[in-house]
């Protein structure tokens, strides 16, 4: 197995997302998306956009992976989540984060480098205007992860 690093236009990671993900939707939107390839087969995805939550970081310094979806190859998560902190580097980002279950481990979050914040997140609220949330993702506690670049202006404590 020799992986592949390409990018990916939305519409073909979210329909990637549409037929492996074991419980969320396709994104929304993105900032970036990222594929892996094994030979010509599509074996991962990563969708990168701004925080979801309100108090997540500012969206000029701060990335976050909404979506990571594998076929279950070995690697490719850690693959792809090293590849996005690449990538938010090289774009000036001082750091990106992501969430996962509590039912799930971080390994591959681990292997890559990221560092485990603790529990964050979960449960229900609603919108500014009173709407529910959305009942279509899971609403239990998250645990999230992040990792901070060293030498980008904000990490530097610097405004652009």
Known sequence: MSLRLRPCELRDANA??????RHHKPAQGHRFSLA????????????VGRPVAR?????????????????????VCSFLYSACARAGKALGYWRIQTYILETEDGASLRAAGWRDEGQAGGGQWKHTDGKPRR????????RRFSREFEGNAAAAGEKP
């Open 36 to 47: 892996a390839w094994d030979g010509d087969k599509l074996v991962g995805v990563a969708v």
């Open 55 to 75: 108090m997540g970081g500012d969206p000029l310094e701060v990335l976050e992976v909404t979506r990571l979806c594998t076929d279950g190859t070995d690697n």
């Open 16 to 21: 990637f997302i549409a037929e492996h993900h």
């Open 135 to 142: 009942l279509d993702q899971p609403t239990m506690f998250k």
